[in-house]
């Protein structure tokens, strides 16, 4: 019998003692500590951050000592162990990219670094070392990865053929990596008037310096016309938030084009005001970076929202589809939208639960098919449903791992420190915070009642309630 998965992350090539990956450090610790403030199980002392659950699990005030940060997670262990690793490991990526070479044992994949090496890192950690003074500006800058040392833009904005301009990636994106995060000229709401509307926009344009002006007004215009303003607005306005009814435009992300199997994934932090996009999966140097602009379906409906609103027709990866593959992948469509609608009704979670937590799991699937194995923020909202099922029903144990897979996700395409993720990652630590706890007793189960001997495929059956 295995005794556990070894997992976790390795710093390649390391980081230097040099001023730009000490910054880099220090932020990527802040968010840590941010994030963890409120959790008895990780202290900050003298010289690292300790998780309690592992002694191994260390991230030291000095960056350049850092070379891992993993432990072995025992079968069915009680999941906050794996939980700390993946959260670390995805604030990591989000901070230093393709440097972060995630590894797990289990299923083949090694450390980069020397067993020996890192635990002679980590006896390191107890003494500070002697400040090292530079000899020249290189060593202050020395490091390989450009794009992480000297805080290159992982982007360019460039022409893009039949798309007018574009992202572009300068340098290999790592899945999970936070590309850009961007503030807005002005968020708006639209007005139903035309005309109080671009009164209302040439205000608030007024109120911009002019570089933000003429940045704002050499932005793509869908509707050339008597109202210039809201025709830019209308054509690079990103809801605040999924669904709102308050757009922002932005310098770079208003840029982004569409394809209907993004690269990329667009949410608005409320808390800081800021527009994040984050990989959802690796996106090679060269490669345009998009995101996507459409409220789902088949080709057919997406075709025609993309026409009305953005006057364009799209050929992206999976529009340009031969016919008999293009059908395949609108029955897939059609499907998620059909099981998104189930899943919502919230008659069906209450009387026929077991069906609704089927048809998410069903969903999942179909999801890692049709987005290729990175269903990425759709899979976070995924675990999320799977979450309210089971905590309407009083199951605190089930609610409590789908908490933790929709926190996962969340932290890795929306980011650690925001609103929405820390919601989720209280509900992750007492899920009877959810208004929805105490409808039903018709499952209930506590939060410890999570089985330890099941092998993974036992523990997935177990999860979804199969065969019960
Ligand atoms: C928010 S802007 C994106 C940036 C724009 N390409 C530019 O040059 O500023 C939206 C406009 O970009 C163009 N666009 C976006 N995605 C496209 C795609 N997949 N194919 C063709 N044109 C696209 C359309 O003209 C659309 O109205």
Redesign the pocket.
């Known amino acids: 019998m295995s005794m556990g998965d070894f997992i976790g992350f390795d710093m390649v090539p390391r980081l230097s003692r040099g001023s730009i990956d000490r910054r880099k450090w220090e932020n990527f610790l802040s968010s840590i500590k941010e994030h963890y403030q409120n959790d008895k199980q990780v202290e900050v002392k003298r010289n690292y951050i300790a998780f309690e659950s592992s002694p191994s699990l260390l991230l030291p005030f000095e960056c350049h000592k850092f070379l891992r940060f993993g432990a072995i997670v025992l079968e069915q262990e009680s999941g906050r162990l794996r939980d700390y690793i993946d959260t670390v490991s995805c604030v990591a990526i989000a901070n230093f990219g393709s440097r972060v070479h995630c590894w797990d044992e289990s299923s083949g994949v090694s450390g980069h670094h020397d067993q020996d090496e890192v635990e002679r890192s980590i006896l390191s950690y107890e003494q500070f070392d002697e400040p090292e003074i530079p000899t020249n500006t290189a060593q202050s800058v020395f490091g390989t990865d450009p794009a992480s040392e000297l805080n290159l833009p992982l982007y360019e904005i460039q022409p893009?053929l039949?798309?007018?301009?574009?992202l572009v990636a300068r340098f290999n994106i790592a899945k999970g990596q936070l590309i850009i995060s961007e503030k807005p000229f002005f968020t708006t709401a639209s007005a139903a008037n035309p005309t109080a509307m671009e009164r209302k926009l040439s205000i608030e344009l007024r109120k911009l310096p002019k570089d933000a002006q003429r940045q704002f007004l050499s932005?793509?215009n869908?509707f050339p016309g008597k109202q210039p303003f809201t025709g830019i607005v209308r054509?690079?306005a990103l809801p605040c938030g999924s669904g709102s009814s308050i757009g922002g435009i932005y310098p770079t992300i208003?840029?982004?084009?569409?394809?209907c199997l993004p690269s990329a994934h667009n949410s608005w932090d409320s808390a800081s005001g800021y527009e994040n996009i984050h990989a959802v999966r690796f996106i090679n140097a060269g490669e345009e970076i998009?995101i996507s602009?459409d409220h789902g379906g088949p080709s057919d409906e997406r075709r025609h929202h993309l026409k009305k609103s953005?006057?364009?027709?799209?050929?992206?990866r999976i529009c340009s589809r031969q016919p008999v593959e293009l059908q395949k992948s609108d029955q897939r469509r059609r499907q998620i939208q059909r099981l998104d609608a189930a899943i919502g009704n919230g008659n069906r979670v209450l009387n026929s639960p077991g069906d609704c937590l089927k048809d998410c799991q069903a969903l999942l699937q179909i999801l890692e098919e049709e987005y290729e194995g990175s269903p990425g923020a759709l899979a976070a909202r995924l675990y999320y449903d799977s979450f309210q099922i089971s905590i309407s029903h009083g199951d605190q144990a089930r609610a409590r791992i789908f908490a933790e897979r929709a926190h996962r996700a969340r932290v890795a395409y929306e980011g650690v420190n925001n609103p929405e993720t820390k919601r989720v990652q209280k509900l992750k630590e007492d899920p009877t915070r959810h208004a929805s706890f105490g409808i039903s007793t018709k499952w209930k189960r506590s939060k410890e009642e999570v089985p330890r001997e099941l092998s993974s495929d036992e523990f997935e059956k177990w999860l979804w309630r199969q065969g019960i």
């Open positions: 893009v039949g798309k007018g301009k574009g932005l793509h869908n054509t690079n208003s840029r982004i084009n569409h394809s998009t602009y953005f006057g364009f027709d799209c050929d992206c």
